[in-house]
């Protein structure tokens, strides 16, 4: 058997970033920067007021209240076109420049307007409410580094510094492709005998486009072998990794294996993990081909640890695996000491803030619905026969499960 480290080394190697190109902001969320994103200019590019009030300066409102002749007003997106000479002040909204001669904004809260003037009912210190330039980001700054991935709030700043068309990298296209005579579509409302629904092209289709790839889908293939051949060198043609699932095990039926063998260069593993150990990896047409196995939370498994990486390492991520953290377990749980195991758990944080793991179902590798219950897998070592309850364990997040219902809000 391999080590699992290995043979995510393996995988990585021999995947390649792809071509950068510049994409339109509103369309490169999820996708990675090949430039840096530097402040060309000061963000705020000028010292702006922070609130709705009066442009002073500090030292003529010490003794407040007192009142100031008003010079002028300045909305947002206009300049101001006169000086705040001692004794005097400029109505400012915010986000308005900040006059000159003024070194302090009175919230419109603490005056009374007056006609022409206005009454100023308290001191402030010098830069109260200014937002000085350069504030956020100095001109100079880089921002955003080549390898992240653009958050929303990400394109965000890149849109405040100007970077309208990001460089980033490509969108893998990822085929994908259900084999076995027994999987029929979820269409499908009466079962016939024998026959189960796909679940694998859909766990495989939101996995992948929560990573930022686009999905090409292959549909079903029964275990034909010319209808196989045909759909691998279709998919192959048109994307740029392909997914199967199904057929990469012992039986008789299962023949991704040879037909991989006989298509492209392709080796069929044996990796010290559970689930997920049968697994094919290699190249058909010079495309990376992932052979999964056919249960559905292997697959699960086989794409966390071996595709989300490879994609993202694609894309020019430089943060390539989930985080994990150290949780309690919760209950005796025994494991296969040969294999690093991946437990289906729901770890939730508890008043004290530490995070507490439970089997979320049962662990059988076709036990689908444990696996949509859990946020998290426990990852127990290769060496660990058994992990007692009350240890702590390493968890992969999936996901921090979200928080509080709206009747709870209620309650609050
Ligand atoms: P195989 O690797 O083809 O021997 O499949 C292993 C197990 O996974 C069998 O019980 C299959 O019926 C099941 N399986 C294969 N593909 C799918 C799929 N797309 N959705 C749900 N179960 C599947
Ligand atoms: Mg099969």
Redesign the pocket.
């Known amino acids: 058997m391999r080590p699992l480290l290995d043979a995510q080394r393996d995988v990585l190697e021999l995947v390649d970033p792809l071509p950068e190109e510049r994409v339109e902001l509103a369309a490169a969320a999820d996708l990675v920067l090949a430039e840096p994103v530097v402040a060309r200019h000061d963000l705020p590019p000028f010292a702006n007021s922070a609130m709705d009030g009066y442009a002073v300066i500090a030292a003529d409102v010490e003794d407040a209240p007192v009142v100031l002749p008003v010079l002028e007003d300045v909305a947002a997106g206009s300049v101001p076109t006169q000086t705040v000479t001692p004794g005097t002040a400029i109505k400012i909204m915010t986000g308005a420049p900040m006059p000159p001669g003024a070194d302090a904004v009175v919230a419109v809260e603490n005056t009374e307007p007056g006609d022409g003037q206005v009454r100023i009912l308290s001191g402030v210190p010098v830069g109260e409410s200014v937002r000085p330039a350069g504030d956020d980001v100095a001109a100079g700054t880089v921002v955003l580094e080549i390898g992240e991935t653009l958050t929303p709030v990400k394109l965000g700043v890149c849109s405040s510094l100007g970077y309208g068309r990001p460089l980033v990298r490509r969108r893998p296209r990822v085929a994908i492709l259900?084999?076995?005579d027994?999987?029929v579509s979820p269409d499908e409302v009466e079962l016939a005998p024998g026959k189960?629904r796909?679940?694998?092209?859909f766990t495989l289709l939101g996995a992948l486009e929560e990573v930022g790839a686009e999905v090409l889908d292959f549909g079903i293939i029964g275990d034909d072998a010319a209808e196989l051949r045909d759909g691998f060198a279709a998919a192959a043609e048109a994307a740029d990794v392909v997914v199967s699932?199904?057929?990469?095990?012992m039986?008789e039926y299962?023949l991704v294996k040879h037909l991989l063998a006989e298509l492209g260069s392709v080796d069929f593993w044996k990796v010290a993990m559970k689930p997920a150990k049968p697994f094919a990896f290699g190249r058909i047409a010079g495309k990376p081909f992932f052979g999964l196995?056919?249960?559905?939370v292997s697959v699960a498994v086989a794409f966390e640890q071996f595709l989300r990486p490879a994609l993202l390492h694609m894309m020019g991520a430089r943060l390539l695996f989930r985080p994990r953290i150290r949780g309690i377990i919760e209950q005796d749980v025994r494991t296969d000491p040969q294999k690093v195991v991946f437990l289906r758990v729901n770890a939730t944080a508890g008043r004290d803030g530490v995070l507490r793991a439970k089997l979320s179902g049962a662990q059988g590798s076709?036990i689908l619905s444990a696996l949509a219950a859990a946020d998290a897998y426990a990852v127990i070592p290769v060496g660990d026969a058994e992990v007692a309850a009350g240890s702590l364990v390493d968890l992969e997040m999936m996901r921090m499960p979200a928080n509080r219902s709206w009747e709870e809000v209620q309650l609050d």
């Not at 796909?198 to 092209?201: P, S």
């Open positions: 259900s084999t076995g027994e999987i189960i796909d679940a694998n092209r699932s199904g057929g990469v095990s039986g299962d196995p056919g249960n559905p076709n």
